[in-house]
């Protein structure tokens, strides 16, 4: 039996003003300090932990990426992330059949059940983009026949979901959410108590000949529909966004605020390809259009986590 996906419109709205503050005075006075000591600028925010929490997982099938997530989280939805794998799918190329994916999900799941999660808090999701693609109807179809319950999920409420994961309490009035995938991107933020998602290009959009040019107006033009004054800080994830913290990623830190000047990433394209530089044409669309002061990307965060929120506990 399938679990169905309810699009869920009210969202938490718990002050954390205080936390806030204080991340928004860390970035200042960083920002101010850098020009003095060249130190790079964080954003230390520290999202409330578990109490008496249960283990729940969540198994990715995306465009390009075969994901599985580890959480512990709590009555009050606050939760932890526990352990996080990842792989390649290549589904968006049409490389994929069913049985590497039944291969790789029962490997998984063996992982999932020997980290010490119920197997009924075991969830498979699949993602908006993934789902465009042909292939992906078989695979579905082959991981029901085998038992597995597959949800799938649409660009609408994956954006749902990628906020409900990384957006931290006490900055629902003033922040957007990003999500940059590789099949789709989705924009989302609160408003009058729902959660606005909505979808443009994603990453490989190359893959199908569309102009750069083109993806950056579209973009653009989205962006620019974003309240003013939710466009003070903009939080995002996805693939081409990791890779672009990774490059000024240094120690252990939950979030790295990204450089919105692309130009700074011309290594990263050389190294990655098209793929990163169709990435930051749409990185930049959005920040051109929107103009937020900061960029934060969470490293724990992801749409599926969000999935596993959205479940009654």
Known sequence: MLLNVLLICSVF???CKEQTE??????SEVKQNTKKEKRKPTFNYEQQKPVNGKMKAVIELG?????????????????????????????????????????????????????????????????SGAD????????????????????????EEEGEYALKSVLPKGFEQTTFVVDIGS???KISYIEEGKIIARETYGAKYFQKEIEDNKVYKEVNKLALTIPVKKRTQCFI??????????????????????NKDVSNYQKL?????????????????????AKPNSVIFDWDA????GFILDLPY
């Not at 204080?22 to 970035?27: M, W, Y």
């Not at 465009?132 to 991981?143: M, Q, W």
């Not at 098209?274 to 990185?283: D, E, Q, R, T, Y």
């Not at 992801?302 to 986590?305: P, S």
Request: hydrophobic share 40%.
């Open 132 to 155: 465009k693609e042909p292939v992906t109807k078989l695979i579905k179809k082959e991981l029901e026949n085998i038992g597995y319950i597959v949800n799938t999920v649409t660009a």
């Open 22 to 27: 204080k991340a928004k005075i860390s970035i």
């Open 302 to 305: 992801n749409f599926t986590i």
């Open 63 to 127: 465009a390009s990426s075969f994901n599985s997530f580890i959480i512990e989280i709590d009555k009050e939805k606050n939760w932890e992330l526990k352990s996080k794998e990842f792989g390649k799918s290549l589904i968006i190329e049409g490389l994929t059949n069913s049985k590497k994916v039944n291969a790789k999900l029962k490997a998984y799941i063996q992982r999932i059940l020997d980290f010490g999660v119920d197997i009924k808090n075991v969830h498979f999701v699949v993602s």
């Open 13 to 15: 709205c718990i002050s």
């Open 183 to 185: 099949g789709n991107t």
């Open 237 to 258: 994830i996805g693939g081409v966004p990791y890779n672009m913290a990774k490059f000024l990623k240094k120690g252990k830190e939950r979030f790295t605020l990204l």
């Open 269 to 289: 394209v050389a190294k990655k390809g098209k793929k990163i530089a169709s990435g930051l044409n749409i990185f930049k669309a959005i920040n051109d259009g």
